[in-house]
C-alpha cells in the first residue's frame, strides 16, 4: 500500500511539473513577444494596420443594434500591434522556421508540448502533431489582448496574468464551464435583467457580448445578417460544461451545438410564446466559457456558437428598421416566469410536442399549415388513442377545461374550436382557395384571421393543462369534467 501510494505521489509531482514548465515557457513566450512588439513600437514611423474585422456597433431608431466592421482604412480603428512582429495569417505561416533568433521561446514552447502529453490537446484533424503556427496563434492573440484592454505600457505581471490565465487552462483543463446565451430578435423588454429560475434568467445583453457575436459565422444558416444583430435582450442559462480532450474538439463542440442546447432555447421561447403572444424568435445560440478558452480575439469576451433561422421570416423585411416590434412588459415575465417553470415541471413527451408545434405555429410563413400545427397540438394534448370523432371530442375536452379554469366561456371555446376543425377540414380537403394559375400578383393570403384564433386557443388550452397537470390524461377530463356537464348535452 506504501509502495502504491509513494509512485502515485511520485506520478503526480511529476504532472504537475509538467504543468509548471508548461506556464513558464508561455509567459516566456508572452514577455518576448511583448517586448519585440514594445521594440517596433519606439519606432515613431512604424506603420500600424488595423484590426479590419473588429465590430462596431450602431443603435437603429427602432432600438435595435447594428454591425459594421472597422475596416482597413478608418484611422479611428483599433490597431493590430502584434503584426508589427509577425501576423497571423499567411505570413505567418510563411515565417514557420525562420524566426528562431527572433522569437526562440515560442520555438521552446512548440518543442515542449511536442515531447509530452499535454501536446495532445493541440492536435487537431487537419494533424496528430504540435504545429509551431498553432502555438504562435495562441501566443501572439493572448499578446494581442493584453495590448487592447491594458495599453502599451511597460509588462505588468499582474495584468499578464489576468491575459493569459484562461487560455493557460484551456490548455490543462479537461472541462469548460459554460453559460448558453440565446439572444432574443427584434423584441423589446421593459426590463434590464430578471430571473426565471436559479439557472435561467432574462438580461440586457452586455456591449462586449454584443461585439463578439457580430463575428459569428453566418454560412449555412439563411438568417438575415440584420435580424441575427437586432436583439437588446438573451435568455442566458447557465451550468453547462462540456468534456475536453482537444482544443480543436472544443471549438467543434461549441460551434455546433447538440440537440438539448435547442431544446433548452425552445422551452423559453414556447413559454415567452404562450405567456405574451409575443412575435419572437431567435437566430444565434451562443456558449460564453467561464474558466477556459482556446481562442481570443483583442478585448472581447470569447464566444462560441452557431447562426440558426427560428424567427418569423416578416422580421428579413427591414423588420430591424421599423417600429412595432413585440414588447415584454415587467408583469408579462411574471406570467413568462411561472409559464416557463409549469413548462420545466412537464417531462411528458406529448407535451415537447405540443410546445414544439407552438413555436412552429407561430413562426411559420404560411398561414395553412400554422393552423394545421395548431389541431396537430391540440390532438397531442386532448386527443385519445381510439380516434374516432375526435373533432368532436377535442371541443368537448377544450370547453370543459374552459369551463374548469373559470376565466372564459366554455361555450365561446366550444366555438373556437368547432370553428378551427371546420377551417382546417377547408385546408385539408378543399381547393376553392388555390390562387389563380399564372397570376402575377398574388391575392391577399387567407386565413390570416384563422390562424390568430388557432394560436389563441392552443395558447389557452396550453396554460390550462400546464396549470392543471392531471388532465394531461384527456380521459380524466371526461371522468372529472364531462360526465354530468351541461356541456355533454350536445350543445355547441
Request: glycine share 6%; with cysteine.
Amino acid at each position: 500500500m506504501a509502495e502504491t501510494e509513494l509512485a502515485d505521489g511520485d506520478e503526480n509531482s511529476g504532472k504537475l511539473e509538467v504543468v509548471q514548465r508548461f506556464i513558464d515557457l508561455f509567459e516566456e513566450a508572452f514577455d518576448e513577444l511583448h517586448a519585440a512588439v514594445l521594440e517596433k513600437l519606439r519606432n515613431p514611423n512604424q506603420y500600424l494596420s488595423n484590426h479590419y474585422d473588429y465590430p462596431q456597433m450602431m443603435i437603429g431608431d427602432a432600438g435595435f443594434p447594428t454591425f459594421t466592421e472597422t475596416g482597413t482604412f478608418d484611422k479611428a480603428g483599433r490597431k493590430n500591434y502584434v503584426q508589427t512582429v509577425r501576423g497571423y495569417g499567411l505570413l505567418s505561416v510563411l515565417m514557420i522556421g525562420k524566426d528562431e533568433k527572433q522569437l526562440p521561446s515560442i520555438i521552446r514552447l512548440t518543442e515542449f508540448l511536442q515531447s509530452n502529453d499535454l501536446g495532445k490537446k493541440f492536435i487537431s484533424h487537419h494533424s496528430d502533431k504540435v504545429s509551431e503556427f498553432s502555438v504562435h496563434v495562441m501566443v501572439s492573440s493572448t499578446v494581442e489582448s493584453y495590448f487592447q484592454r491594458f495599453g502599451t505600457g511597460p509588462l505588468d505581471n499582474q495584468l499578464r496574468w489576468r491575459a493569459i490565465a484562461k487560455m493557460l487552462f484551456g490548455c490543462l483543463t479537461n472541462q469548460v464551464f459554460l453559460k448558453l446565451i440565446v439572444p432574443i430578435a427584434l423584441t423589446h423588454f421593459d426590463v434590464d435583467h430578471y430571473r426565471l429560475t436559479d439557472t435561467t434568467y432574462i438580461t440586457r445583453i452586455p456591449k462586449g457580448i454584443q461585439l463578439s457575436r457580430a463575428r459569428m459565422d453566418l454560412r449555412g444558416s439563411g438568417a438575415v445578417k440584420h435580424v441575427v444583430g437586432a436583439a437588446t435582450h438573451a435568455f442566458v442559462s447557465t451550468a453547462w460544461s462540456v468534456e475536453v480532450t482537444t482544443r480543436d474538439q472544443l471549438r467543434h463542440s461549441l460551434n455546433d451545438p447538440s440537440r438539448n442546447v435547442l431544446d433548452e432555447a425552445d422551452l423559453f421561447f414556447a413559454a415567452l410564446r404562450g405567456a405574451t403572444g409575443a412575435k419572437t424568435g431567435y437566430a444565434q445560440i451562443a456558449f460564453l466559457p467561464t474558466n477556459a478558452v482556446v481562442d481570443i480575439y483583442c478585448d472581447l469576451p470569447t464566444i462560441y456558437g452557431a447562426t440558426y433561422r427560428r424567427y418569423p421570416s416578416e422580421f428579413d423585411q427591414y423588420g430591424w428598421v421599423y417600429g412595432g416590434q413585440s414588447r415584454i412588459t415587467k408583469e408579462q415575465m411574471d406570467d413568462v416566469k411561472r409559464l416557463y417553470n409549469l413548462i420545466l415541471e412537464r417531462p411528458e413527451d406529448r407535451v415537447r410536442l405540443a410546445l414544439k408545434r407552438l413555436n412552429t405555429c407561430m413562426s411559420r410563413d404560411d398561414a395553412m399549415d400554422a393552423i394545421l400545427d395548431a389541431t396537430i397540438a391540440l390532438e397531442i394534448l386532448l386527443g385519445d388513442t381510439k380516434g374516432e370523432a375526435i373533432a368532436y371530442k377535442i371541443r368537448m375536452r377544450a370547453g370543459a377545461l374552459a369551463a374548469h379554469q373559470g376565466d372564459r366561456k366554455a361555450t365561446e371555446v366550444l366555438a373556437a374550436v368547432k370553428k378551427l376543425y371546420e377551417t382546417r377540414s377547408k385546408i385539408v380537403h378543399g381547393s376553392t382557395f388555390m390562387k389563380k394559375a399564372k397570376q402575377v400578383v398574388p391575392d391577399e393570403e387567407r386565413f390570416i384571421p384563422e390562424r390568430n384564433a388557432a394560436i389563441e386557443i392552443l395558447r389557452y388550452i396550453l396554460r390550462c393543462l400546464l396549470e392543471h397537470p392531471r388532465f394531461l390524461q384527456p380521459e380524466r377530463i371526461d371522468e372529472e369534467l364531462l360526465l354530468g356537464s351541461p356541456l355533454n348535452s350536445g350543445e355547441g
